[in-house]
């Protein structure tokens, strides 16, 4: 059994449709260039027909991944997420105390994550830093780039 996975009504959904797109098209599709590739002739010098294997292995292994995400995914009731600290699927404002620039960022499941929407892994050393402290906080986050002074200024759902 694989590790517990939180995450949002959405996000299983949008993991459940790929899977599904993965099963329904991709995999037939993949067996039917090995096919094709086979029947071009002598499989030990057939680039072809190594290049569909590999690509069957590693579809093969990502629908693994998704399998097994999906049955140890636990949905998270949005309705009694608490906004007094930082926590999952919170929605944090933060001031960099350097720049003065605002970010506003939704702490999510690894899965989830997407910067360009502002869903921020759980898993970063950011969201790490945020996790159990309140409003109006400061925290020293440890980055490559060097160390970020933050403040909390707006913990929302």
């Given amino acids: 059994m694989g ?11 949008k993991l459940k449709e790929e899977l599904d797109r993965l099963t329904r098209i991709e995999r037939p599709a993949i067996s039917k260039q090995i096919a094709e590739a086979r029947d071009k002739g002598d499989l030990s010098e057939n680039a072809e027909y190594a290049a569909a294997k590999e690509a069957q292995g590693m579809l093969e292994m990502r629908i693994a991944k998704l399998e097994n995400l999906i049955a140890n995914a636990r949905v998270i009731d949005e309705s009694k997420i608490n906004t007094t600290t930082v926590q999952m699927m919170n929605k944090v404002k933060i001031r960099n105390l350097a720049t003065g620039q605002l970010m506003e960022y939704t702490l999510v499941s690894e899965n989830e994550a997407d910067l360009k929407t502002g869903k921020l892994s759980i898993q970063t050393p950011i969201a790490k830093a945020l996790i159990g402290k309140k409003a109006g906080e400061k925290v020293e986050v440890k980055v490559p780039s060097g160390t970020l002074s933050l403040e909390i200024v707006e913990i929302s759902i």
């Avoid at 590790?3 to 959904?13: A, D, F, Q």
């Fill in 3 to 13: 590790e517990v996975s939180y995450m949002t009504e959405e996000g299983l959904r």
